[in-house]
């Protein structure tokens, strides 16, 4: 609408847990409540996962044995966020690290699973292969664009989230919905969701815990919390937020 402000990702009050598993257990618990909402509204619950290590702890949560059927495993559509151009089974792969954790636990059938191909040597087409399977199996927003119920990110202490590292071109990029990334600090290539589909899901998860997040968590919701310097910040959110930290991420609320 004309005249209204798109709203920051940082307007949300962060809920803050005692440690990485309570905010496993309550982000768990919103997820479980996200899917049956989507599914009780008629479509499969479309899921994009966050890497690194944060989330670990929620995807073991999520396949816990007294969690079983909590969630219609058979409608939930699983995709990821961002891939680093590895391998599936090496060891920085966000998808071994969810298929370890969370996707090898649960009754989801292997055609729900959307892993990010990512190869060095076809990173734009493997991208473009990306954008292709979303605009065919995602259901699609107001502005047409696929539009996922739910996102989960996390956010390093230079303010990256997903692959969208300070300082790159796809910082820019508003027309494809997955880009490649070169990241020169890590020399490697990554393949990464784009602003405009991060902005048009229903739902964002921001999960942040451990003490080296203080700076950032600072820097996001206190001393820049009206800009856009960083990477997490730039997101204009069409739809809900929330941000999960643990109580060691969370001093960084406090003043210095
Ligand atoms: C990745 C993630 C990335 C991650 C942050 C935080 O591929 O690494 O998608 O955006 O969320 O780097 O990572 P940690 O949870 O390991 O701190």
């Known amino acids: 609408m004309q005249g209204t402000r798109a709203m920051r990702m940082t307007e949300t009050t962060p809920i803050v847990h005692a440690d990485v598993q309570a905010m496993a257990r309550a982000c768990a618990d919103r997820i479980e409540h996200l899917a049956r909402q989507a599914q009780e509204a008629g479509h499969d619950f479309h899921l994009a996962l966050s890497g690194g290590s944060t989330p670990a702890a929620l995807y073991r949560e999520l396949a816990a044995p007294e969690r079983r059927g909590h969630v219609d495993w058979d409608r939930v559509q699983v995709f990821f966020g ?38 060095p040597d076809r990173i734009e087409a493997d991208a473009a292969a990306y954008e292709a399977l979303l605009r065919r199996t995602l259901p699609t927003g107001p502005d047409g664009l696929p ?22 071109p796809a910082l820019e990029e508003r027309q494809r919905l997955v880009v490649p990334v070169w990241v020169e600090r890590l020399e490697s290539w990554r393949i990464s969701l784009s602003y405009p589909v991060l902005d048009a899901a229903r739902h964002i998860m921001v999960l942040v815990a451990g003490s080296g997040k203080v700076d950032i968590v600072r820097a996001l919701f206190v001393t820049h919390a009206d800009e856009r310097r960083y990477p997490i910040q730039r997101i204009q959110p069409s739809g809900c937020v929330e941000w999960h930290l643990d109580r060691a991420a969370a001093r960084g609320l406090e003043p210095a």
């Open 147 to 168: 539009r996922f119920d739910l996102v989960l990110l996390g956010t390093g202490p230079d303010g990256h989230t997903a692959s969208l590292f300070p300082g790159t």
């Open 82 to 119: 961002d891939e680093r151009a590895v391998p599936p089974d090496h060891a920085d792969s966000n998808f071994r690290m969810a298929r370890e954790t969370l996707l090898d636990q649960v009754p989801l059938p292997a055609a729900n699973i959307h892993p990010i191909q990512a190869r």
